[in-house]
């Protein structure tokens, strides 16, 4: 991926612009955090774009993140150990970081 030039980003990795992004910026951040993403990622990273293009704003905390998540996708997928499996750390920080949104405001 030498070939593509990154959007410019904060000292946390996340975007300076949501819309700068896509999905070879993703795949760049992912590998920053060690992932490779897998379509159970990309079904959250395109939830997590669709949110931000409705309200303009990141999941404001892992609870409200996996809430939307449930909501939207299912239990299944809206609890919090399928999230951790998917973005360690901190799900929703980790996951709005590889969609390039915001940083979640409640996030540590």
């Known amino acids: 991926m030498s070939d593509l030039t990154m959007p410019e980003r904060n ?3 996340f975007l300076e612009n949501a819309w700068d992004w896509n999905d070879r910026v993703a795949e760049t ?3 920053d955090d060690g992932l490779e993403l897998t379509e159970k990622h990309w079904e959250i990273i395109r939830f997590l774009r669709t949110f931000y293009a409705e ?4 999941p404001p905390s ?3 993140f996996v809430k939307a998540v449930k909501e939207a996708l299912g ?3 809206g609890n919090s150990i399928y999230l ?3 973005f ?3 799900p929703a920080k980790t996951a709005c970081r590889i969609a390039g ?3 979640p405001t409640n996030c540590l």
């Not at 309200?55 to 990141?58: A, D, G």
Request: charged fraction near 30%; proline fraction near 8%.
């Open 55 to 58: 309200y303009e704003v990141s």
């Open 75 to 77: 239990e299944e997928k």
């Open 84 to 86: 951790m499996q998917l």
């Open 88 to 90: 360690p750390g901190t």
């Open 11 to 13: 000292n946390e990795g």
């Open 62 to 64: 892992n609870r409200l």
């Open 101 to 103: 949104l915001p940083r």
């Open 29 to 31: 951040i992912a590998e």
